[in-house]
Nanobody
Framework: QVQLVESGGGLVQAGGSLRLSCAASISIFSTNTWGWYRQAPGKQRELVADISSSERTNYADSVKGRFTISRDNAKNTVYLQMNSLKPEDTAVYYC??????????WGQGTQVTVSS
C-alpha cells in the first residue's frame, strides 16, 4: 500500500519560515500531481499549492509570493517552503498525490502553528 509520509510542521512566530516535506513510499512513474492542502479548525480543507509532472505550479491567492512548492522526482518527494508566515496560516497541512485520474492519496497531516 502506498503511503505518504509528511514532516516539517511545528510552531513558529509570525514572519518565520517552515519547510514541509512529503515522501511517497513507492517510485512514481505515471502522470501525477502533487499538492498541499490545509484545514484550519472549523473550516473546510483548501488547496494551498500544487505542482504537475511538467512542473506547472498553482497557488492559492493567500499564499502567493510567500510559499513555494517544489518536487524531487528522484526522491519521490514534494516540498512546501513557507516564508513570511502569518497566524492565519495556522492549520493542519496535508500532502496529496494524484496518480492519473483514478488514484488520490493523502498524507497523515502535519500541524503548523504560527504565533502572533
Amino acid at each position: 500500500q502506498v503511503q505518504l509520509v509528511e514532516s516539517g510542521g511545528g510552531l513558529v512566530q509570525a514572519g518565520g519560515s517552515l519547510r514541509l516535506s512529503c515522501a511517497a513510499s513507492i517510485s512514481i512513474f505515471s502522470t501525477n500531481t502533487w499538492g498541499w492542502y490545509r484545514q484550519a479548525p472549523g473550516k473546510q480543507r483548501e488547496l494551498v499549492a500544487d505542482i504537475s509532472s511538467s512542473e506547472r505550479t498553482n497557488y492559492a491567492d493567500s499564499v502567493k509570493g510567500r510559499f513555494t512548492i517544489s518536487r524531487d522526482n528522484a526522491k519521490n518527494t514534494v516540498y512546501l517552503q513557507m516564508n513570511s508566515l502569518k497566524p492565519e496560516d495556522t492549520a493542519v497541512y496535508y500532502c496529496n498525490l494524484k496518480l492519473g485520474t483514478r488514484v488520490n492519496l493523502w498524507g497523515q497531516g502535519t500541524q503548523v502553528t504560527v504565533s502572533s
